[in-house]
T-cell receptor, first 111, second 117 residues
C-alpha cells in the first residue's frame, strides 16, 4: 500500500488559516487522496478528497502538488472545533479501495 | 454527508460475556461495511470487511470466531464480541461505503466504547 507521512502535531491560532501537509512520494496513478478528521471520542469524519486537481468544499480546500507526491489540507479559518486528528489517506480504486489509517496530525487550536 | 449510526455508544460488561454492537447506514444502502478498533492514543486498525449477504473478510491477527460479524441487510451490520476479556476493551468504530457517492466515500459511525471488567 502507498503510505503517507504527516507531522505528528501542529498548532494554530483561532481564526487563522491552517495548512496541514502530507507527503505521499510512492503514490500510484490510481490512488485518490482522502482526508478525514477525528474529533476526540468520535468516529472519523470525511473532509475532502481529490485525484489531481485542487478541490474546495465547505469544510476545507485540498491543494495537490503537480507531481502528486504531496498534498496540503487547508482550513481557511481555524476554530476551536477544528481541533482534531487529521488523517491523510491514499485509496487505490483498483486495489480494494480500502481506507488504511496512519498516525495523522493532531491539530491544536489556541484561542 | 451521509449518516452512519452505532448502538450502543458505550457498554460495560463482565469478563466472559458477549456484546453485540449494531451499525446502521441511515440514508444509503451499503453493500460494504467495515469494522475498526482503536486503542487509546493509537490510530484506527481495520478488523474486518463486511459484505452484505456473504461472509466477512478478517484482517490478519483478528480472530473470526471471537469477533462475529453479520451483514444481513444493506443497512445493518453487527459485530459481536464473544467471551469478552479486559484486553478487548477498546473503541469500536464501524464504517459504511456509499456506492452512490463520488469514489464511494466511506462514512463512519460515532463509535462504541467497550469496557470489559
Amino acid at each position: 500500500d502507498a503510505k503517507t507521512t504527516q507531522p505528528n502535531s501542529m498548532e494554530s491560532n483561532e481564526e487563522e488559516p491552517v495548512h496541514l501537509p502530507c507527503n505521499h512520494s510512492t503514490i500510484s496513478g490510481t490512488d485518490y487522496i482522502h482526508w478525514y478528521r477525528q474529533l476526540p471520542s468520535q468516529g472519523p469524519e470525511y473532509v475532502i478528497h481529490g485525484l489531481t486537481s485542487n478541490v474546495n468544499n465547505r469544510m476545507a480546500s485540498l491543494a495537490i502538488a503537480e507531481d502528486r507526491k504531496s498534498s496540503t489540507l487547508i482550513l481557511h479559518r481555524a476554530t476551536l472545533r477544528d481541533a482534531a486528528v487529521y488523517y491523510c489517506i491514499l485509496r487505490d480504486v483498483q486495489a480494494g479501495n480500502m481506507l488504511t489509517f496512519g498516525g495523522g496530525t493532531r491539530l491544536m487550536v489556541k484561542p | 454527508g451521509a449518516v452512519v449510526s452505532q448502538h450502543p455508544s458505550r457498554v460495560i460488561c463482565k469478563s466472559g460475556t458477549s456484546v453485540k454492537i449494531e451499525c446502521r447506514s441511515l440514508d444509503f444502502q451499503a453493500t460494504t461495511m467495515f469494522w475498526y478498533r482503536q486503542f487509546p492514543k493509537q490510530s484506527l486498525m481495520l478488523m474486518a470487511t463486511s459484505n452484505e449477504g456473504s461472509k466477512a473478510t478478517y484482517e490478519q491477527g483478528v480472530e473470526k470466531d471471537k469477533f462475529l460479524i453479520n451483514h444481513a441487510s444493506l443497512t445493518l451490520s453487527t459485530l459481536t464480541v464473544t467471551s469478552a476479556h479486559p484486553e478487548d476493551s477498546s473503541f469500536y468504530i464501524c464504517s459504511a461505503r456509499d456506492p452512490t457517492s463520488a469514489q464511494e466515500t466511506q462514512y463512519f459511525g460515532p463509535g462504541t466504547r467497550l469496557l470489559v471488567l
